[in-house]
Every structure is written in C-alpha cells, then in structure tokens.
C-alpha cells in the first residue's frame, strides 16, 4: 500500500512523534485510518513503535522519512515533480490572460498610431505648397510602473489549490491575476468545509480530555435531525464511528461520549483553539479587490474600443495608401474578441 499524503503531512507537523489520535485530530480523518495509514508509513519509512508516557503506542519517524519514501515509490517521485510544476505553470497560466490583454492594448495602439502616421504623411505630400501636413500623435499611459503587475505576491492557503484566504489570513493577488479573477473567479471557498469540520470536532474532544457531550460537537455538524433523532442525539453517530467512541451514561443519567483513542497524544502542549461553531467562508466570485476588478474591466472597454477604432480607420481610410490596404486584407475587429 502506498502511504496516505494527509498522513505523512500531520506527521511532519507533529515533529515526527505521533499516536493514531495526533494524526486523526490533526488529519481529521477516521481513527481506524488514522492507524492503518501509520503502520504503513511506518513499515515503508522505517518508522519505530516506542511506547507513549501513557503506556500506549507511539510512532516516531525519521525526519527524511519522505526522501526515504521517494527512493522507494516512482510514482511518488513523479507526484512530488508534477507538484511542483504545476504551481509554476498554473501561475503562468493565471498570468497570461493578463499579459494578453496588455499586449492587445500595445499592439492595437501601435497599429492605430503606425496607420495614422502613414495616412497623415500621404495627405502631407500633397500639402506641402501650403505648408506641409501635421503628423498626429496619440499618447497611451500606461502607469509610472508597469513592472509590479508580474510581482508573484500571491500567498496561497496551506492546500495550495485555493485562491483565496483562510481562517483570517490576508491574501494579495498581482494584477495580472486579478484579470483571471475578474474572467473566471476563484473557486468555492468551502471546498474543504468537511475537512475542518472533522478536525474542528476532534480538537473539541482532545480540549476535554477525550470525553463530551452531545451539545459540544452540535454547532459543528450540518444536520441535527428533528423530533426524537435529535432528542436521541442520532447525530452523534457519525462522531463515533469516525473516532471509534462509545456512549456512557453518566451517575447524572446524562449520556457521555468517550473516544478513548484520542486521549492519547505525545503532543503536551496547550490545548487546541477551535472556534464557537463551523462557520462557511461567504463566496464571492473574485477575491480580486475593488480598484483591481474596476481596472481590468476598463481594460477590457480599452482593448475593444482600440479593436473597433482600428477597424474603423482601416474602412474609412483612403484605399490607395499601400500600409491601409495591406492591414486591410487580414485586419477584422472580431480576431480580438475570438
């Protein structure tokens, strides 16, 4: 079997010392997988089994334990590359709608410019007994620097597939990303809502010493059930087949939910903070902001009214200037909107 990504991940952050609980509380996953997923680690990385302070069974594994694994699976050499480039190239295709429409911009302006230039020089010709003709010259700003709209500033949440922040943190984008934001948005927020509600739910468990009650794990689930599902509290099952508890009725007649696995940690640190309730991030299609999505847009009017302008001076231009007729055998407005 080759070993679980989410599970070589929490080892690494529990510095390499971990029990079945540490890597279903930190992975958020099942308990039963949380084991199988370490014996197999172990096995395959050379991990040792030693016993906890507890008396239970600990994991410890070698700080290299990935290069070890890389040397031994090709596949996981290739996924370990193909990760790699593809954060590069999926940046470079972020950017390259950007760099696109920028270079529409200049190319049209030029052209504009280039064609106006020639048609003001032919009228000139014939102009020059009265005075000679006025060459026009538009002028085209594009800003005091151009340079910081490659800047790569674009921190990306611990997954790496999302595009925009977590749990709080504050995530700029370049603007170049920006127009792939304003054109296709970035992507659900909530895509990982199961995973941090399962890990929110087993820091719940681990903060009480391995034993709750209903009521503390019920702003976390979606769905409580009515009438006697709720008053039976049925939605706890989910919790106890996850992380393998059992009910027990406490001397008060009160039903206690023990999960005995993740009481035991090597992890002696404070407890976990975890937030009142699961709360969904709200979507916005761009997390581009204001003045970026505001910028974009004008540069898409920018390049469309160049496009028809050049398309116009070419159709009304004299027929006989040589520059107007060559533009005006492959030149059509609607290439740039394709």
Request: charged letters at 20%; glycine letters at 10%; one cysteine or more.
């Amino acid at each position: 079997m080759t070993p679980e990504p989410k599970i070589m991940q929490a080892v690494e952050m529990l510095d390499y010392r971990v029990t079945a609980g540490d890597i279903a509380s930190q992975a958020g996953i099942d308990i039963k997988l949380a084991e199988q997923g370490l014996l197999v680690l172990a096995s395959e990385a050379g991990g040792h089994l030693q016993v906890s302070e507890t008396g239970d069974i600990a994991y410890l594994f070698p700080n290299n334990f990935r290069t070890i694994l890389q040397s031994k699976y090709f596949r996981l050499r290739l996924q370990e590359w193909w990760n790699r480039v593809w954060k590069v190239l999926f940046y470079l295709i972020r950017i390259s709608f950007g760099v696109v429409l920028i270079a529409s911009i200049v190319l049209l302006a030029v052209a504009i410019t280039i064609i106006l230039v020639a048609i003001s020089a032919s009228q000139g010709e014939g102009d020059r007994d009265e005075g000679g003709g006025m060459v026009f010259m538009p002028n085209f700003w594009f800003g005091p620097d151009i340079f910081w709209l490659f800047s790569p500033d674009y921190r990306r949440p611990h997954h790496g597939q999302r595009t925009r922040g977590r749990a709080g943190e504050e995530h700029r984008m370049n603007f170049l990303e920006a127009i792939f934001s304003f054109l296709f948005g970035d992507g659900n927020p909530n895509a990982d809502l199961d995973e941090r509600r399962w890990r929110s739910i087993a820091a719940v468990i681990r903060n009480n010493g391995g034993a709750i009650v209903a009521e503390q794990v019920a702003p976390y689930l979606d769905d409580l059930g009515s009438g006697y599902h709720q008053e039976y509290e049925e939605y706890m099952l989910p919790v106890l087949t996850r992380f393998n508890g059992r009910p027990e009725v406490s001397p008060e007649g009160q039903i206690v939910y023990h999960f005995p696995e993740l009481q035991v940690t090597t992890n002696r640190s404070q407890p976990t903070s975890v937030p009142a309730y699961l709360k969904e991030m709200r979507w916005r299609f761009s997390e581009a902001s204001t003045g970026q999505l505001t910028l974009a847009a004008g540069l898409g009017v920018l390049n469309l009214g160049l496009a028809l302008t050049l398309g116009f001076i070419i159709g009304t231009a004299p027929s006989s200037n040589k520059l107007v007729a060559g533009w005006s055998r492959w030149w059509h407005p609607s290439i740039l909107l394709c």
